[in-house]
Structures are given as structure tokens and as C-alpha cells.
């Protein structure tokens, strides 16, 4: 290894976290590297050797596993004899499949990444540990950090919810995440508090099934209520969802994320298939007219809401009459952007089982629709142009003496602006479209610096 690349010798411990996955796996890195901080261990620097790596992994896709093994023989090469973890939802399927790779000291499934001091004690006692993976079967109580505080950033994600109890075919992620489980509101309303204290602006609510939020608590409750019950306490002045199933958002819903201050109004469902025979072979309790109807009626509550959907093509059975009547649902409907997916089998479901579409038409479709979400994507962009609307200032662009930041409906946008704007909320007007980003003008702070109390943040015009 280069000289240059090694760290002085110092009392402190050096860690790499490196994350897979979806914005729930996000979430536990931020809690994971908590942790590691309240230990003694420090990020390393880019240019340091850490003394740990940590991979957070994904296993929704073949493709994810393969990325995880890539990095992993990646990090063996560049990181000779530095101990490499993983943990997240692939350690958790196969967690001997990934121990056997080079340089892997250690694999630690979901339940044991809130257990994450007890096996660092170990790392000083033992060369090898054996995989630590405990049956997502019977998981306990959601094991959470409280408001993971990422110092320099704007927005932060919560986790409130984890697991899933859906069992659609083709889904492993209820096998590795175990049965649905919540945060108590109390506890939800003391994270966001502590987030709001910390200056973010914006906190994103997340789960691995959000919309099944608070069923398995005593009492009961549901994501509705709990809007109901933080929306008169502090917390930043932005709140987003991350993504909800479709028989989920109810009515209920949709008219207290009406009345929540500071909503911002975005919504990723995942549609999968807008074929009737196809939404009953993957185990999805809905029908494609039922999801128009639903966008239909967000569309009318939220007219200009950012509206995203996952799209699943090549499923086993999947005619091209299948695929072109969710090709046709989805041109129809308001959305801006797509995440499609080909469908991939996962080892232990009903649909690896299955006869597959071949795997080039699959590809061929896949396509298809990521062009129709593309043109989606132009169109409601070209759409904004005129429009004002509220941008949080992430903080500076490529281009010399500009700002990047997000608005309330997940357009990224960037303007002309001073650095000292970081992590305000400006109403900009937008008046150009590059790309994918709107280029905008700067017309008036909505907020003061220190504002952090949601009953002053304005609703989003958006």
C-alpha cells in the first residue's frame, strides 16, 4: 500500500461506513455511525486507512448482491488486513456466503446492527467472528437510534417503522426486515424534537412499510394519528413521507397531510404492475383501477405533488398485453418520475419458483418504461417553469457563486446565491429547465434562520 495512503499512528480509531440500499438501510448507517462515534471511533478522513469498514448491504435485487461483493473484494484489495463488517439485509439472507469472502472478519444481520458496541468489544479480542445473525422471525421491539445527527446536513431521515407483513411473491425484504414494528409517537415526537434543535429543516419520515405504522403498538394507532400528535410540536419546519403502499394511504391520510404544517407534498407508491392478473400473482391487494383512482385523488388534494412510482416488468406470466396495460396506466397518469425495476428472482420466494419472461424482453421493457418516465420527468419540469416555490438550500453547485437545493415536490433546483443561504427555505421562482434540475431566481426568504417551530412554517404552495 502506498505510504502516503497510511494514517499516523494517534490513540484514535478510524471507521468507513459504506451503504447499500433504500433510505431505511440510510437510516441505520446514520444510527450505525452513532454509534461507532460514542464508542471512540472517528470517520476517516478520504485520504486515511481506517482501522474498520463497515458495509451496509441490500438484497432486493440480485444486482444489489452483486454490488455488495464487488465492494467488498474491492476494499479487501485496497484495505489489506483491515477488518471488514457487513451487516443489513444481504448478511441477514446469506451470511455465510458473504463471510467466506476475503477480508470479511465479521457478519452482523439487522437485529444485531443495534447491537453493534457488544461485538466491538470483541474486535480486540478475536481475529474472526462467527456470523451473528438472529431469525427476523420473532424481531423485538424496533431497535432505533433516536435522531441520528449527521453534522453539516439539512435534511435528516427518521425511521419510525420497520418490517413488513404484505408477503407479496416476489419480495424477500419481509424475510430479512422480520414483522412489522413502530416507534411509540412519544418517542417519534422527542427524535424530531431533537432533530429541529439541531437545525435541520426538513425531516423525511421512514420505514420499511410506513404506511403500517403503529398496528402492532398498544394501543393500536396509525400513520394519520401521528400526524395528529406531533403536528403542534417542534420539529423542523419541513415534513416529507418516503414511499407508502397504494391500500395504504387512505382518505384519513391524505386530509391530515392536508392540515400538516410544512407537509411537503411528495408521494413514491409502488405501483408494480398495472396489470390485473399480474398485481394478483405478485400478492398486491389492489387493482389497477383502484391505483387511478388513488392518484386521481392525491393529483386533486396535491395538484402540483411530485409523484414517483416503482414499476416491476418481466414479472413470471407477464404477457405483452400485461406490459402494455401498465404502460398505458402509467402514461395516463400525473406522475413525474419512475424507478423500474426487471424482475429479479429472489432465492426463497414463490416467484423464483416461477417460468421467468426471458430475460432480453424483460431488459427490452424495462427500457420502454424508463423512457416514458424520463419524457414524465421533462414534462413536469417544463411544467414549473413560472411557478414559485419553496427550495431548502442544500448548499453550493458546481457552477462558481450558485446554490443547490431541493424543493417541497423533489425537484432538484439550482439558482445564483450566497453560501450564508445553506440550509434556509427561499421561495424561488423557476425559469429555465436544464436536465433534470430547474434553474431558478431567489424572490424571498419564507423563514427566519432560527425558525424552527412548525406551527410558523408555511404550507408549501407547491
Same mark, same amino acid.
Request: charged share 20%.
Given at each position: 500500500?502506498?505510504?502516503?495512503?497510511?494514517?499516523?499512528?494517534?490513540?484514535?480509531?478510524?471507521?468507513?461506513?459504506?451503504?447499500?440500499?433504500?433510505?431505511?438501510?440510510?437510516?441505520?448507517?446514520?444510527?450505525?455511525?452513532?454509534?461507532?462515534?460514542?464508542?471512540?471511533?472517528?470517520?476517516?478522513?478520504?485520504?486515511?486507512?481506517?482501522?474498520?469498514?463497515?458495509?451496509?448491504?441490500?438484497?432486493?435485487?440480485?444486482?444489489?448482491?452483486?454490488?455488495?461483493?464487488?465492494?467488498?473484494?474491492?476494499?479487501?484489495?485496497?484495505?489489506?488486513?483491515?477488518?471488514?463488517?457487513?451487516?443489513?439485509?444481504?448478511?441477514?439472507?446469506?451470511?455465510?456466503?458473504?463471510?467466506?469472502?476475503?477480508?470479511?472478519?465479521?457478519?452482523?444481520?439487522?437485529?444485531?446492527?443495534?447491537?453493534?458496541?457488544?461485538?466491538?468489544?470483541?474486535?480486540?479480542?478475536?481475529?474472526?467472528?462467527?456470523?451473528?445473525?438472529?431469525?427476523?422471525?420473532?424481531?423485538?421491539?424496533?431497535?432505533?437510534?433516536?435522531?441520528?445527527?449527521?453534522?453539516?446536513?439539512?435534511?435528516?431521515?427518521?425511521?419510525?417503522?420497520?418490517?413488513?407483513?404484505?408477503?407479496?411473491?416476489?419480495?424477500?425484504?419481509?424475510?430479512? !426486515?422480520?414483522?412489522?414494528? @413502530?416507534?411509540? +409517537?412519544? *418517542? $417519534?415526537? %422527542? #427524535? =424530531?424534537?431533537?432533530?429541529? /434543535? &439541531?437545525?435541520?429543516?426538513?425531516?423525511?419520515?421512514?420505514?420499511?412499510?410506513?404506511?403500517?405504522?403503529?398496528?402492532?403498538?398498544?394501543?393500536?394507532?396509525?400513520?394519520?394519528?401521528?400526524?395528529?400528535?406531533?403536528?403542534?410540536?417542534?420539529?423542523?419546519? !419541513?415534513?416529507?413521507?418516503? @414511499?407508502?403502499? +397504494?391500500? *395504504? $394511504?387512505? %382518505? #384519513? =391520510?391524505?386530509?391530515?397531510? /392536508? &392540515?400538516?404544517?410544512?407537509?411537503?407534498?411528495?408521494?413514491?407508491?409502488?405501483?408494480?404492475?398495472?396489470?390485473?392478473?399480474?398485481?394478483?400473482?405478485?400478492?398486491?391487494?389492489?387493482?389497477?383501477?383502484?391505483?387511478?383512482?388513488?392518484?386521481?385523488?392525491?393529483?386533486?388534494?396535491?395538484?402540483?405533488?411530485?409523484?414517483?412510482?416503482?414499476?416491476?416488468?418481466?414479472?413470471?406470466?407477464?404477457?405483452?398485453?400485461?406490459?402494455?396495460?401498465?404502460?398505458?396506466?402509467?402514461?395516463?397518469?400525473?406522475?413525474?418520475?419512475?424507478?423500474?425495476?426487471?424482475?429479479?428472482?429472489?432465492?426463497?420466494?414463490?416467484?423464483?419458483?416461477?417460468?421467468?419472461?426471458?430475460?432480453?424482453?424483460?431488459?427490452?421493457?424495462?427500457?420502454?418504461?424508463?423512457?416514458?418516465?424520463?419524457?414524465?420527468?421533462?414534462?413536469?419540469?417544463?411544467?414549473?417553469?413560472?411557478?414559485?416555490?419553496?427550495?431548502?438550500?442544500?448548499?453550493?453547485?458546481?457552477?462558481?457563486?450558485?446554490?443547490?437545493?431541493?424543493?417541497?415536490?423533489?425537484?432538484?433546483?439550482?439558482?445564483?446565491?450566497?453560501?450564508?443561504?445553506?440550509?434556509?427555505?427561499?421561495?424561488?421562482?423557476?425559469?429555465?429547465?436544464?436536465?433534470?434540475?430547474?434553474?431558478?431566481?431567489?424572490?424571498?426568504?419564507?423563514?427566519?434562520?432560527?425558525?424552527?417551530?412548525?406551527?410558523?412554517?408555511?404550507?408549501?404552495?407547491?
Amino acid at each position: 500500500m502506498p505510504t502516503e495512503n497510511r494514517k499516523p499512528k494517534t490513540e484514535n480509531r478510524l471507521f468507513r461506513l459504506i451503504t447499500f440500499g433504500c433510505k431505511v438501510n440510510q437510516c441505520d448507517s446514520a444510527g450505525l455511525a452513532q454509534e461507532l462515534a460514542a464508542q471512540g471511533w472517528q470517520a476517516a478522513p478520504q485520504d486515511a486507512t481506517p482501522d474498520l469498514i463497515l458495509v451496509n448491504t441490500c438484497t432486493v435485487t440480485a444486482r444489489a448482491d452483486q454490488q455488495a461483493r464487488q465492494a467488498l473484494r474491492r476494499l479487501a484489495r485496497e484495505h489489506p488486513g483491515v477488518p471488514l463488517w457487513v451487516t443489513g439485509c444481504y448478511a441477514q439472507r446469506a451470511a455465510a456466503e458473504l463471510a467466506a469472502l476475503p477480508g470479511v472478519q465479521a457478519v452482523l444481520g439487522n437485529q444485531e446492527k443495534s447491537r453493534l458496541a457488544v461485538y466491538l468489544a470483541k474486535l480486540q479480542e478475536e481475529k474472526q467472528l462467527q456470523p451473528q445473525v438472529d431469525s427476523q422471525a420473532a424481531a423485538a421491539a424496533l431497535p432505533i437510534w433516536p435522531g441520528p445527527i449527521s453534522p453539516g446536513h439539512t435534511r435528516a431521515r427518521l425511521k419510525i417503522q420497520d418490517g413488513c407483513e404484505h408477503h407479496c411473491t416476489y419480495c424477500i425484504v419481509p424475510q430479512v !426486515r422480520g414483522p412489522r414494528r @413502530s416507534l411509540p +409517537p412519544g *418517542e $417519534v415526537a %422527542a #427524535a =424530531l424534537e431533537q432533530l429541529a /434543535a &439541531a437545525g435541520y429543516q426538513e425531516v423525511v419520515l421512514t420505514g420499511v412499510n410506513l404506511g403500517q405504522y403503529g398496528r402492532d403498538l398498544t394501543p393500536p394507532t396509525n400513520l394519520a394519528a401521528l400526524l395528529v400528535a406531533i403536528r403542534c410540536r417542534t420539529r423542523p419546519p !419541513r415534513l416529507r413521507l418516503s @414511499s407508502l403502499e +397504494p391500500q *395504504e $394511504v387512505t %382518505a #384519513a =391520510l391524505l386530509q391530515e397531510l /392536508a &392540515a400538516t404544517p410544512g407537509f411537503c407534498p411528495h408521494f413514491h407508491l409502488p405501483l408494480q404492475s398495472g396489470a390485473a392478473p399480474v398485481l394478483a400473482a405478485m400478492g398486491r391487494d389492489y387493482t389497477p383501477r383502484e391505483f387511478r383512482n388513488l392518484v386521481q385523488e392525491i393529483n386533486r388534494n396535491f395538484p402540483n405533488a411530485g409523484l414517483g412510482l416503482d414499476v416491476l416488468v418481466g414479472f413470471p406470466g407477464e404477457t405483452p398485453a400485461d406490459f402494455e396495460a401498465t404502460r398505458s396506466l402509467v402514461e395516463s397518469l400525473p406522475v413525474t418520475y419512475l424507478h423500474v425495476f426487471p424482475f429479479s428472482p429472489r432465492p426463497g420466494t414463490p416467484a423464483a419458483l416461477m417460468a421467468r419472461v426471458p430475460a432480453r424482453e424483460a431488459q427490452e421493457r424495462a427500457k420502454i418504461m424508463r423512457e416514458l418516465g424520463q419524457n414524465k420527468r421533462r414534462k413536469f419540469l417544463e411544467a414549473q417553469l413560472g411557478k414559485t416555490g419553496e427550495v431548502l438550500v442544500e448548499g453550493a453547485a458546481t457552477e462558481s457563486g450558485w446554490l443547490q437545493g431541493l424543493s417541497a415536490n423533489y425537484l432538484r433546483v439550482q439558482f445564483p446565491g450566497e453560501l450564508s443561504l445553506k440550509n434556509r427555505i427561499l421561495t424561488v421562482r423557476f425559469r429555465e429547465v436544464q436536465g433534470d434540475m430547474l434553474i431558478g431566481e431567489v424572490m424571498e426568504s419564507v423563514q427566519e434562520e432560527d425558525n424552527i417551530h412548525p406551527t410558523t412554517a408555511k404550507n408549501s404552495p407547491l
